[in-house]
Nanobody, 118 residues
Framework: QVPVVESGGGLVQAGGSLRLSCAAS??????MGWYRQAPGKKREFVAA???????YFGNSVKGRFDISRDNAKNTIYLQMNNLTPEDAAIYYC??????????????WGQGTQVTVTS
């Protein structure tokens, strides 16, 4: 399990878009992906992608978010479109996700804040 570093969060108006990046420190053939946690709420699965590019998403973001992967750069990307205030949270990357997001390794990035204004 390799450490990861997230980037790309920020402030955006509702309806806007942001792209998050997660860079792993080395090659990683596991499914990688994103979770988010809003204040007072449990951590929620957002999206993940396999080494071969198979993707899966949490129900709350289907049709609005996309995830991609550049294996040469050991990096995944989360493209977030049509953002709503309910998407505001700290977004965390995980380098080893299984069972379509049910389980994640104990390795987490520091998180990146996404704020959505109405």
């Amino acid at each position: 399990q390799v450490p990861v570093v997230e980037s790309g969060g920020g402030l955006v108006q509702a309806g806007g878009s942001l792209r998050l990046s997660c860079a792993a420190s080395g090659a990683n053939r596991h499914d990688m992906g994103w979770y988010r946690q809003a204040p007072g709420k449990k951590r929620e699965f957002v999206a993940a992608i396999s080494w071969s590019g198979i993707t899966y998403f949490g129900n709350s973001v289907k049709g609005r978010f996309d995830i991609s992967r550049d294996n040469a750069k050991n990096t995944i990307y989360l493209q977030m479109n049509n953002l709503t205030p309910e998407d505001a949270a700290i977004y965390y990357c995980n380098p080893d996700i299984t069972e379509r997001g049910v389980y994640a390794s104990g390795v987490w990035g520091q998180g990146t804040q996404v704020t959505v204004t109405s």
